[in-house]
């Protein structure tokens, strides 16, 4: 028996975490993403054998760190071994870069904050090849790994036979810009002008990377268990339905924000769709999964690809149920379509049915019909600007930047954390001033909501002012003077027939309540001064913003009283519609107006005073009544 030396172990151990190109752009990927990067873009030649450039805008790496930088174990991560199960990076071990450097040469180019000049290093078996060397950096970091596996002859030969590295490479980005929504990622071959990844929205990146037929054939799926017995998790995304038709499944999975297989999940997921579906179609799925951080050991696989999972085979079942449940229920509405009635026999006149049926008669249908128009001609409509412009309330905007969605406390008000203090937001209030605020920002730019049956305007302006026929038809003649500009600048378009058949998108991934229709035209006919521009665009913007925002919807609540009058009426379709309806809304409130609101919104000075948001009490002064409880 010999003792092996260091230098060999250390390749042989390299080659273990480092197998394929891929696993050395994962783990530089995933490097970027500790270091807070908001934007990472990965350049690949040759398959990754050649080149693996992976460059990001996050923090850096000290100079005084650079040293020991490519070490083994050698991490900023984790000090401790109990740290683990708090972790909440994506790294821990610190070996995938000093690994990288026994099996390629890596180049580090890195500036820190505040920092006037960047440095420059390459390294070799874990150290540095020379001191560090001053240069021009742009923030964040780049790595360059060249020659992958030059000392491992096999390896390389092995991969230079098989063509598909790049796609792979390809497939692990566009997992990770659909799960990293708020970061952008990019991918590209070396000396290819187009990037193969490119992501915006987690919707959009869907549809740009697995096509327009999966994401317009996708459906939400939630499940949460708060089980005492131990099965805790929170799992939301989004499954294909019956209408897509794949031979492959694709499962995007990330558990703790980590992109991770499952293949007990995969195959549970696969036996409902063949046990649900007549076709034999293999389902898209995207799942993000939370659990509490000491129900999941990371570290059972060394490129920590597998996770294990406390209770696993009841968060499976309990997964396995709610995607069945969503198909068939989607399987039987699928065949449904809108009725060719003429709109007053579709809309209940009946007093006690306050909706109307509307919303079946109008269900829009989202388009992604971008708008092409030269930003410069609308960009420099001053009175606009003037608009946008408007003072914002500075210690409201920190609340709003920074507050936590806890949930809704009424229809109307949601309870939201900032700091140690609990506030009471009015949704209705604060989306309506978002919608306003992103209707005069997308001015002139809008994505385009389509209507799957154009709605004649005046009958629906009647529906709005019940009878009165001579006023609808002045209203109606006065928008369709007008549709010219309302297509253009607001993407609200008329038709010459004067049918309304196309609405803008306000905030992405929200259609606004269709049963507000009337309302909206009425209010545009009403309340729109049109001679002056400015007034004009504001008021244009302001009924859109009334419109689109998040309003009870006008079926009652079934979950509170409401469930009532469901009871009399005996009427189980108009009950679900307004259950969906409420969870449709609540969805929103959550997963659209709260995150739009953190990045986009400015708060008028107005709500600190008119009770768009009422501080409840402070959490030390909960604790303090909870105590003597
Ligand atoms: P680990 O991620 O497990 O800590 P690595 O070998 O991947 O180990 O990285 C070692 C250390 O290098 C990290 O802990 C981090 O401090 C630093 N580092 C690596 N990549 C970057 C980067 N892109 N930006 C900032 N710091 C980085
Ligand atoms: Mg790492």
Known sequence: IQRLEESVVNRIAAGEVIQRPVSAVKELVENSLDADSSSISVVVKDGGLKLIQVSDDGHGIRLEDLPILCERHTTSKLTKYEDLFSLSSMGFRGEALASMTYV??????????????????SYKDGVMEHEPKACAAVKGTQIMVENLFYNMIARRKTLQNSADDYGKIVDLLSRMAIHHNEVSFSCRKHGAVKADVHSVSRLDSIRSIYGVSVAKNLMKVEVSSADSSGCTFDME????????????????????????????????IEIVYAATLPKASKPFVYMSISLPREHVDINIHPTKKEVSILNQEIMIEMIQSEVELKLRNANDTRTFKTPKVPVHKMVRTDAADPAGRLHAFLSAVRSSIRQR????????????????????????????????????????FALVQHKTHLYLANVVNLSKELMYQQTLRRFAHFNAIQLSDPAPLSELILLALKEEDK????????????????????????????????????????????????EFLLCLGNDVEWDDEKACFQGVSAAIGNF???????????????????????????LSDAENAWAQREWSIQHVLFPSMRLFLKPPASMASNGTFVKVASLEKLYKIFERC
């Open 548 to 574: 689109y925002a998040m309003h009870p919807p006008l079926l009652p609540n079934p979950s509170g009283d409401g469930i009532r009058f469901y009871s009399k009426m005996l009427d189980q379709d108009l």
């Open 237 to 268: 995304g989004f499954i294909s339905s019956s209408n897509y038709v794949a031979k492959k499944t694709i499962l995007v999975l990330f558990i703790n924000d980590r992109l991770v297989e499952c293949s007990a999940l995969k195959r549970a």
């Open 471 to 518: 006023i609808a038809e002045m209203n109606a003649e006065l928008l369709k003077e007008k549709a010219e500009m309302l297509e253009e600048y607001f993407s609200v378009y008329m038709d010459s027939n004067g049918n309304l058949s196309r609405l803008p998108v306000i905030l992405d991934q929200y259609t606004p309540d269709m049963d507000r229709v009337p």
């Open 104 to 121: 390629a040469h890596v180049t580090v180019t890195t500036i820190t904050k505040g920092q006037i000049h960047g440095y420059r290093v």
């Open 373 to 412: 128009r030269n930003p410069k001609e609308t960009a420099d409509l001053s009175s606009v600007q003037e608009l946008i412009n408007g003072v914002d309330h500075p210690g409201l905007l920190e609340t709003v930047r920074n507050c936590t969605y806890v949930g809704m406390a009424d229809d109307v």
